[in-house]
């Protein structure tokens, strides 16, 4: 059975960091397209970086500032966001799914969703 756990999120000032990790079980990274999506109040969810065995992308809006990466000992997929806005501010889902020839970014993309956790950018 495939399972996502989110840690890691919480209440930020603008310009601080935090580190969101993914536990995954059920499945091995090895084969698993895995990343990260966000959902502000009142708008659609939105891919922020996604991961394959040969592919990275990240939303335009997180270039330079955001890092996804994995541990295949661990079994768990991390999101580094640095220099974070008040923009920034959503409900966190980790994403897997098998992977593909192209690396997916559509939410439609992915069929397995951890709970969501919850990142505040605020001062």
């Known amino acids: 059975q495939v399972q996502l756990v989110e840690s890691g999120g919480g209440l930020v000032q603008p310009g601080g960091s935090l580190r969101l990790s993914c536990a995954a079980s059920g499945f091995s990274l090895d084969y698993y397209a895995l990343g990260w999506f966000r959902q502000a109040p009142g708008k659609e969810r939105e891919a922020v970086a996604c991961?394959?065995?040969?592919?990275?992308y990240y939303a335009d809006a997180v270039k330079g500032r955001f890092t996804i990466s994995r541990d295949y000992r661990k079994n768990t997929v991390y999101l580094q966001m640095n220099s974070l806005k008040p923009e920034d501010t959503a409900v966190y889902y980790c994403?897997?799914?098998?992977?593909?020839?192209?690396?997916?970014?559509?939410?439609?993309?992915?069929?397995?969703w951890g709970q969501g956790t919850q990142v505040t950018v605020s001062s």
């Open positions: 991961i394959s065995s040969s592919d990275r």
């Open positions: 994403v897997a799914d098998r992977d593909k020839p192209n690396l997916p970014v559509g939410r439609n993309d992915y069929q397995f």
